[in-house]
Structure formats: structure tokens, C-alpha cells
Nanobody, 123 residues
Framework: QVTLVETGGGLVQAGGSLNLSCEASGSIVNINAMGWYRQVPGKQRELVASETVTHIAYSADSVKGRFTASMDKAKKSVYLQMNSLKLEDTAVYYC?????????????????WGQGTQVTVSS
């Protein structure tokens, strides 16, 4: 079993910054990539930013230049630095991990999700 725990969400004024953290624990054999998604009511969950173990980074066009995901493989953690926050960044942010995990005595590639953390940007 693999668990992801997110911290760092909250209320911030437009133009401000916030940093989210996510730490993975459990039967992880290796990590391929970690990242962050977000979701608002009535819309699909969307990929915000991610980083692979080979340091290939991705960020959505809507956050490019403002948000950066960075992974620390040794700590099994991923961070999301969010700058110049906008009202439309308000959402529940979910940590995601693409890992090789021991499941039922076998090593399998699996995706895991955190419980989500609310980010609210106010005017």
C-alpha cells in the first residue's frame, strides 16, 4: 500500500504565493514521476505540473511561468511552488505519483493519489 500526504493548502490573496508539499510512503520500489493535478466542481481533474525522475518537467499553459513542480526522489516527495496566484487557480489540488510498487508480492507500475488540499485565492 502506498499513501500520499499533502500539506500546504490554504487561503491566499491574488498575486501571492503558496507552496504545496506531498510525501509518499509505503511499498514503493521506485518512483517514475510525481506531480500535481487540480479540480474545480463540475470540471475534470487537470494536470498542473509534474517532474519525472529524469528531471523532465511539465507545466500546463495556464500556469506556465508561475507554477513549478519539483521532485525529491530520496525523500519520495514532490513540491508545487505557486507564484502570482490568480482567482482562477482556486481548486482542490491533488498529488499524484507514478511508481513501481510491491502489490500482492509482485512489483507493478501503479498510480496513486493524495486526498487533496484546498487552495483558495481571494481578491
Amino acid at each position: 500500500q502506498v499513501t500520499l500526504v499533502e500539506t500546504g493548502g490554504g487561503l491566499v490573496q491574488a498575486g501571492g504565493s503558496l507552496n504545496l508539499s506531498c510525501e509518499a510512503s509505503g511499498s514503493i520500489v521506485n518512483i517514475n514521476a510525481m506531480g500535481w493535478y487540480r479540480q474545480v466542481p463540475g470540471k475534470q481533474r487537470e494536470l498542473v505540473a509534474s517532474e519525472t525522475v529524469t528531471h523532465i518537467a511539465y507545466s500546463a499553459d495556464s500556469v506556465k511561468g508561475r507554477f513549478t513542480a519539483s521532485m525529491d526522489k530520496a525523500k519520495k516527495s514532490v513540491y508545487l511552488q505557486m507564484n502570482s496566484l490568480k482567482l482562477e487557480d482556486t481548486a482542490v489540488y491533488y498529488c499524484n505519483a507514478d511508481v513501481l510498487a510491491e502489490v500482492g508480492g509482485r512489483v507493478k507500475q501503479q498510480q496513486y493519489w493524495g486526498q487533496g488540499t484546498q487552495v483558495t485565492v481571494s481578491s
